[in-house]
């Protein structure tokens, strides 16, 4: 009669596949933090201004084309790093 073992699906690791891994999340985590702090400074002064404003009817934005080229050209430089 045989008996069949269910293992979990795991293995065992050393100590220095545990810090290769460790050091993998930690940059992983780092990038991500990094680029999260690079969105909120992308959108935050956006949402800050026209908060600010909110009692107006109309929103005046001379030269928005080039200012918003500019933007969209930060975020495609944001979501390169992705």
């Known amino acids: 009669m045989s008996i069949d073992y269910n293992d979990f699906g795991f293995t065992a690791m050393d100590a220095d596949e545990l810090a290769s891994v460790d050091t993998k999340i930690i940059e992983k985590t780092t990038s991500a933090t990094e680029v999260v702090?690079?969105?909120?400074?992308?959108?935050?002064?956006?949402?800050?201004?026209?908060?600010?404003?909110?009692?107006?009817?109309?929103?005046?934005?001379?030269?928005?084309?080039?200012?918003l080229q500019k933007k969209l050209e930060e975020l495609n430089l944001i979501q390169e790093k992705l």
């Open 37 to 67: 702090n690079q969105m909120d400074n992308f959108i935050r002064p956006l949402l800050e201004n026209l908060m600010r404003d909110s009692d107006k009817d109309y929103i005046y934005w001379p030269n928005r084309t080039e200012i």
